[in-house]
């Protein structure tokens, strides 16, 4: 039997910079090695169905749904040697110290989420991952103003920059989010 050193890869981005897309490539590829892989997502997230991570380009991965990271750990069956976790900005603060606790189990821990909210702050408990991951790929996607590299995301409402006391959860894709630079980020006071 092979023995997998455990490990935290995380990959952030803003939102369209392929994060799923990476997460589900990672995933396929621990497959294809024989890995027992599951991946996990938050229930809020309905976007794209509600068991499967799926890319803005519509490549999926089936997933399991869970309210809370302490769900996600009582589902991981003991024959799991990968954990991969979307979207890890939704769950709460005790993913941080759960993804340490699977890696020092000797899983492989795959973690995708963005890193900054629409108010370009850090988001969730993504910043520690980040800091206790012994790999971090920050994704860039392009601005939709100007082209070049984007690593905030706007929301828009109504056409129109959201205001900074928004909520910060808000689920949609491109009807309510743009990729932006720094530059043409805005977040009105």
Known sequence: MIHYRGRVEVICGSMFS???EELIRRVRRAEIARQSVQVFKPIIDTRYGVEKVTSHDGVGFGAIPCASAEEID???VPSTTVVAVDEAQFFDPALIDLADKWAARGLRVIIAGLDLDFRAEPF???P???????????????CVVCGEAASRTQRLVNGQPARYDDPIIMIGAQERYEARCRQHHIVPR
């Open 74 to 76: 009582a589902k991981i």
């Open 128 to 142: 520690a991952l980040m800091a206790r991951a012994e790999e971090v790929t920050k994704l860039h996607a392009i």
């Open 18 to 20: 392929g994060k799923t």
């Open 124 to 126: 969730g408990p993504m």
